[in-house]
Nanobody
Framework: QVLLVESGGGLVQAGDSLRLSCAAS????????MGWFRQAPDRQREFVAA????????GYADSVKGRFTISRDIAKNTMYLQMDSLKPEDTAVYYC?????????????????WGPGTQVTVSS
């Protein structure tokens, strides 16, 4: 069984930073790509960032490029999302997800395992 648990969300002001963590347990993810997605009220879940199994490849949504940084620590089975210069439009529930393939993807349907999510709220 694979379990993903996000942490690090909270309420911040515009311009602040947060770092989200995603701890994985169960099947090791050393060969699986992982990603971050988010979902705001009344909106579809959208891609934020993804990283390949070895961290050599990453991708970002245009809306967060230059502000967010994805990384992973295979030894700790943990993935991170450093979020800087936060904006009110970044407010959403953030989910970590894991594929069963090594390459990254921006598609929700390509990810098999999901965490329960962590709320990020950015006030103006």
């Amino acid at each position: 069984q694979v379990l993903l648990v996000e942490s690090g969300g909270g309420l911040v002001q515009a311009g602040d930073s947060l770092r989200l963590s995603c701890a994985a347990s169960g099947r090791t993810f050393s060969s699986d790509a992982m990603g971050w997605f988010r979902q705001a009220p009344d909106r579809q879940r959208e891609f934020v960032a993804a990283i390949s199994w070895n961290g050599d490849t990453s991708g970002y949504a245009d809306s967060v490029k230059g502000r967010f940084t994805i990384s992973r620590d295979i030894a700790k089975n943990t993935m991170y999302l450093q979020m800087d210069s936060l904006k009110p439009e970044d407010t959403a529930v953030y989910y970590c997800a894991r594929r069963t393939y090594s390459s990254i993807s921006q598609s929700v349907s390509d990810y098999r395992y999901w965490g329960p999510g962590t709320q990020v709220t950015v006030s103006s």
